[in-house]
């Protein structure tokens, strides 16, 4: 094990390979026994016999399989319908810098380049926007498949084509040329070795030909991901089964936004549009009525299909973003500097490849000078720079769905407004590799479709709800429909490119005007020493201003959407506010006067403020003080949480050992920290011991920021009902009671689990980073994730830190999600600039760039960000010209 400063990457020199595939488990040969294997977890059984048959090739043939798909980087290569030369200049880390002649040559090679390195996951990609990852992994794919053809995600995206903008279409239409032409001219084993596996296990199959709706159907998958509080609307039902409201309230505290500011201070609307130096504001729309006990219990089983979504970008409590700027009075450069890094579930490949894209000569007809992140799959770059301005995200977070329950006649008809009315109904041929074709039937509302129609548990929840007075389960139910912004076309696409050629503060807003969904924070800078935010996004208006905490009955008119969305105008937006810098990160956005209702379940804020307080405390800060700043790894629940065990009277020397290690902590979990190590295991026993006894297990606490706000509240009272353990007959616990067990519990935990020593307990050997591909990589058999998955890094952060490496209390301490890339831009100088990636450049197992950048993101490091183009050209490594066809 090798230890890098306070991180460590083990020696995987024990995990399975291809001269070390485990015992055998019998008599037979291991031919016999792999063959009695039964079909694993969304991979089919082909799969596994596939690779092992491309293992023993690999043995003998050496690494010509896996080499195989690696891409050109140098010399020459012709690309049809080019105009001129492009030039793909690649770094030591494999980081592609194009540069061509018009916008056009541009997105053809930024396909091509795109398909070089990350097809395999372009195709997953497509497959599961648009349901058909049955086709390629089988019936354990199905169901994500059936929701997604239920909510008609590749249908409303080719509706998109029509509405978006036609130089955005001539980008797309480009850009999926440019990635044909690699596939044309590549055979399925020379695109990536998992089409190797695939076909090895008898699937013939051949990548289809890419379309800008497979590009435009990517934003829906980020949407879904990001979609807000439909969880925790949920998860509120849930925790109604035998707790009252005001309980469940405690569970769900009101953001504070006296402790944990927004993200703008200033400002109010005014006649429907934000005005930052105006003070007051209207009213705020009403709150909806409370929904009565019986309507409460009967969605109690609401969502466990919904769990099973794909998850492309992640979702739950770490899902979120850092984003900063400071202006030029804060920056030791004198012009503003802006930092950011979202909070993605963790994933091989990860789901940003850098890249930039430069016309030779900018112009009004060839405007792009622009480098950043990239999703492969979509033209442009996403989050980054030009030679103008910088921009991050980071998740708003707005209520932008809602469940409705809709009274259902017979199979084809619903009511609405004291009339019966027919049902929209269509079919959808679902493809199963090794089984028979699926026919899915999609009936839906004017709300949306009805998601209880795939989900058993959805459907129950229907059938088990009361209608108009009658008992739960009289069969008298509702189905449930889903209505999401995302299901509305919309032009966000244009967005993307419109950002990449932004000059201005004006041209920038008029950019993030398009943004329809998912709804992000954008902060920006430039290079006139300007900083400001913007919030976009489509957030509905709901007619009798419900607040979307608990599904809506269906056929009442009142409860609809008007159609109508926060006006843009309206949305909080500041330029060069009178603090001198702006904080993002998932806290709410503005004070609660604000009159439209954007959403009540808010990050708590804890990341944020911590951001606020240390660009307050440090002053002028320079691009390491930035990057500082992201590495921060301070504990925010620590400060309050830890004088409580403190004074836990725990039996002097055994388990008052760990205790002791606390008394002179400084709240920060680096990965070598034993005081993080046994802070955390006590705060996960803390939270089983509190509530396990009584929560469903769906809602056992993740120990994320809305448990830290539970706590807070629950410490300052220590005979509050949440402590008593209902497993004990005749006892009474109190908070000492629990503190105790809680810190006894994870003495014994750490002595087992690492040393009976305290002093040689390390927060990183239990806060592990494995990186696992979403697809080969959960097969469950060992030469499968062999091929494909890589790790272990042991890290420090937490879940809610600033360093947000988060972790789920009721599952382990395992990084489930963690800054998917860092970047800091200097505006006063873009060379100076730095960014790195959660993985690296290449999808290819076993090539250079597949994960070449994880060590030193594990560190703390970053890599230096070229963009002019002597700075580009001093760091080259590679460079391939395109040539046109023929030229």
Request: one cysteine or more; aromatic letters at 8%.
């Amino acid at each position: 094990m090798v230890r890098h400063n306070g991180n460590t990457m083990t020696d995987q020199s024990a995990a399975p390979s291809p001269s070390n595939p485990g015992p055998a488990t019998d008599e037979r040969s291991w031919w016999q026994v792999f063959l009695s294997w039964p079909r694993v977890v969304r991979v089919t059984t082909y799969v596994a016999a596939g690779v092992v048959l491309v293992l023993v090739a690999t043995l003998v043939t050496g690494v010509v399989l896996v080499r195989r798909p690696f891409p050109q980087t140098t010399g020459e290569l012709d690309l049809p319908g080019l105009e001129g030369d492009v030039r793909v200049v690649r770094d030591a880390n494999g980081i592609p810098q194009l540069y061509g002649d018009s916008v056009d040559d541009l997105m053809r090679a930024q396909g091509y380049v795109h398909a070089q390195e990350r097809f395999f996951e372009m195709d997953v990609r497509r497959h599961a926007t648009a349901g058909r990852l049955a086709e390629m992994f089988g019936k354990d794919a199905l169901e994500s498949d059936e929701y997604v053809r239920t909510m008609g995600w590749r249908r409303v995206a080719e509706q998109e084509l029509a509405l978006i903008k036609p130089e955005t279409r001539a980008a797309l239409d480009a850009y999926a040329d440019g990635v044909n032409a690699y596939l044309h001219e590549h055979s399925p084993s020379e695109i990536a070795v998992e089409y190797t596996v695939l076909d090895a296990g008898g699937l013939d199959y051949h990548p289809e030909d890419w379309t800008a709706v497979d590009s435009l159907a990517w934003l829906k998958a980020m949407a879904w991901d990001l979609r807000g509080n439909m969880d925790d609307e949920i998860n509120r039902v849930l925790a109604l089964a035998g707790h009252t409201a005001e309980q469940v309230s405690e569970l769900y505290p009101a953001y504070p936004y006296g402790e944990h500011l927004p993200i703008v201070g200033q400002g109010a609307v005014v006649d429907g549009v934000f005005e930052q130096d105006a003070t007051g504001g209207g009213t705020r729309n009403p709150q909806r009525p409370a929904y009565t006990a019986g309507q409460r219990e009967s969605l109690a089983r609401l969502g466990d299909g919904l769990a099973r979504m794909p998850a492309l970008l992640g979702h739950g409590n770490g899902i979120g973003s850092n984003s900063w700027v400071v202006d030029g009075a804060h920056s030791s450069t004198g012009e503003p500097l802006l930092a950011n890094d979202p909070h993605l579930s963790v994933t091989l490949p990860g789901v940003w490849m850098q890249m930039g894209l430069h016309c030779n000569t900018v112009s009004e007809a060839c405007p792009l000078d622009v480098a950043g992140f990239t999703f492969s799959g979509v033209p442009g770059v996403v989050i980054g720079h030009n030679a103008d301005i910088a921009w991050g995200f980071t998740n708003l977070g707005p209520d932008v769905t809602d469940l409705y329950l809709e009274k259902t006649v017979g199979d084809d008809r619903w009511r609405y407004d004291g009339k019966v009315r027919p049902l929209k109904i269509r079919t959808e041929t679902i493809k199963v590799d090794g089984g028979d074709d699926v026919t899915l039937r999609v009936r839906s509302t004017k709300h949306g479709p009805l998601l209880s129609d795939v989900s058993d548990r959805l459907a129950d929840v229907g059938e088990q709800a009361p209608v108009d007075g009658r008992p739960a389960g009289s069969g008298q139910g509702y189905a449930v429909a889903l209505e999401w912004t995302a299901l509305q076309p919309a032009a966000t696409a244009d967005a993307i490119l419109e950002l990449d050629t932004a000059t201005d503060w004006s041209s920038f807003r008029a950019a993030a005007s398009a943004f329809a969904v998912p709804a992000q924070n954008l902060v920006y800078a430039d290079r006139e020493g300007h900083i400001g935010y913007q919030a976009p996004g489509w957030i509905p208006i709901r007619k009798s201003g419900n607040d979307g905490l608990m599904p809506s009955a269906g056929w009442r008119p009142e409860n609809d959407w008007t159609g109508d969305h926060v006006p843009f105008d309206g949305l909080p937006n500041v330029l060069d506010p009178d603090e001198g810098f702006i904080v993002t990160a998932n806290q709410a956005v503005v004070g609660p006067d604000y009159p439209y209702h954007l959403t009540d379940d808010w990050d708590r804020g804890y990341r944020s403020q911590r951001i606020r307080d240390l660009l307050t405390d440090e002053g002028e800060l320079s691009v390491d003080e930035m990057l500082d700043v992201q590495l921060d790894d301070r504990n925010p629940m620590a400060p309050t949480l830890t004088p409580y065990l403190l004074d836990v009277d725990l039996p002097h020397g055994y388990y008052s050992a760990g205790q002791s290690l606390l008394r002179d902590w400084d709240f920060g979990q680096s990965a070598d920290s034993g005081a993080a190590a046994y802070y955390n295991v006590v705060w996960r026993a803390l939270l089983a011991k509190t509530f396990h006894d009584d929560l469903p297990e769906d809602l056992w606490p993740d120990g994320g920021d809305r448990w830290f706000g539970v706590l807070e509240g629950l410490l300052r009272r220590p005979a509050d009902p949440w402590w008593d353990d209902s497993t004990t007959d005749g006892v009474v616990e109190t908070r000492d009671d629990i503190l105790a067990a809680a810190m006894t519990e994870a003495r014994d935990e750490l002595t087992g689990r690492q040393a009976l020593d305290p002093q040689e307990w390390s927060w990183g050997h239990l806060h592990r980073l494995d990186l696992h591909s979403q697809t080969l990589g959960e097969s469950g058999v060992g030469p499968v994730e062999w091929l494909v998955n890589r790790g272990t890094w042991e890290l420090g952060g937490g879940s809610s830190t600033v360093d947000a490496t988060g972790w789920d209390a009721a599952e382990g301490y395992d990084v489930t999600t963690a800054p998917s890339m860092r970047m800091v831009v200097s505006l006063g100088d873009l060379d100076k600039s730095r960014w790195i990636n959660l993985t690296g450049v290449s999808g290819h197992p076993f090539s250079s760039h597949y994960t070449d950048q994880t060590d030193l993101w594990a560190k703390g490091e970053t890599l230096p960000w070229a963009f002019t183009p002597s700075a580009v050209e001093d760091s080259a490594d590679d460079t391939l010209t395109f040539k046109p066809s023929g030229g």
